[in-house]
């Protein structure tokens, strides 16, 4: 049915053929955090698989409404939406890292080195050397004060062991050793 749409609409000259496709804020407003595991099935990534997997759909703008829908699926930690919208180019950078300060807030270890850390590409070689891959958000000292004040030690730990991220002086006096 989509694709009738668009077809008739183009026949009139009303959508260009590169035009981006937005992706409104209903398809995400209301996924919540709940007790069951998300799965691939559940709403929106079926619908969301047919708009980037078809040719005659214009590009989707993934980061659409400043990166609503990456924020919202971290807020309901639904990690195969997550996954999927960071393969086809969500950034995290979006709305001032407010995904990852979401991430760090829920002191979701896991959520937040998916956001900030791209994944390996897979070896040539069994001994070849493993590529370092830049990380998709700069860290600073604002996202490690944010886990200092949430409590989240190990996301702490990780932004300043791993990451080399310093603490300000007003966050080094709230940090407990």
Request: proline letters at 7%.
């Amino acid at each position: 049915m989509l694709e009738a749409i668009q077809s008739h609409l183009q026949t009139f000259g009303l959508i260009p053929d590169d035009l981006p496709v937005q992706l409104p804020r209903r398809l995400f407003r209301a996924l919540e955090p709940h007790a069951a595991e998300w799965s691939d099935g559940d709403h929106p990534l079926p619908l969301l698989r047919y708009l980037y997997h078809t040719p005659e759909i214009p590009t989707v703008n993934t980061n659409a409404n400043e990166g609503y829908a990456l924020t919202r699926a971290v807020h309901a930690k639904f990690t195969p939406l997550v996954c999927f919208l960071l393969a086809h180019r969500a950034s995290p950078k979006c709305h001032d890292t407010l995904a990852v300060k979401v991430a760090i807030r829920q002191r979701n270890i896991d959520m937040v080195k998916l956001l900030v850390e791209r994944p390996n590409a897979k070896k040539a070689k069994a001994n070849a050397k493993r590529r370092k891959l830049e990380d998709r958000v700069t860290l600073d000292s604002s996202l490690l004060k944010i886990a200092v004040m949430s409590g989240a030690r190990d996301i702490v730990e990780y932004l300043y062991r791993e990451k080399s991220v310093l603490p300000d002086m007003q966050t080094l006096r709230k940090m407990e050793f």
